[in-house]
Nanobody
Framework: QVQLVESGGGLVQAGDSLRLSCAAS????????MGWFRQAPGKGREFVGT????????NYADSVKGRFTISRDYAKNTVYLQMDSLKPEDTAAYYC????????????????WGQGTQVTVSS
């Protein structure tokens, strides 16, 4: 059974950095695409970015491009979301997701989800 567990959220100030982790288990993820999404209160789930586990190739939403970086550690079966220059509008619950064949930006394309971790950025 696939399990994704996010960690690393917290309360930070605008301009600070934070690194989220997503520990994956239950499968061999080398063929998977891993995604990060976020959801602010009262809003829909928003695409943040994806990484192809096998190649490390990434794709980002325009709103985070140049500030956020997704990476993966094969040995630890963990995907990371490095968030720099955080803004109050980045405040949201952040979710990790996995897809075997989909690499786009729609949340409906991802098969497995973590429970989320809260990031709050104060001004």
């Amino acid at each position: 059974q696939v399990q994704l567990v996010e960690s690393g959220g917290g309360l930070v100030q605008a301009g600070d950095s934070l690194r989220l982790s997503c520990a994956a288990s239950g499968r061999t993820f080398s063929s998977y695409h891993m995604g990060w999404f976020r959801q602010a209160p009262g809003k829909g789930r928003e695409f943040v970015g994806t990484i192809r586990w096998s190649t490390g190739s990434t794709n980002y939403a325009d709103s985070v491009k140049g500030r956020f970086t997704i990476s993966r550690d094969y040995a630890k079966n963990t995907v990371y979301l490095q968030m720099d220059s955080l803004k109050p509008e980045d405040t949201a619950a952040y979710y990790c997701a996995a897809s075997l064949g989909y690499s786009g930006s729609s949340s409906s394309g991802f098969d497995y989800w973590g429970q989320g971790t809260q990031v709050t950025v104060s001004s």
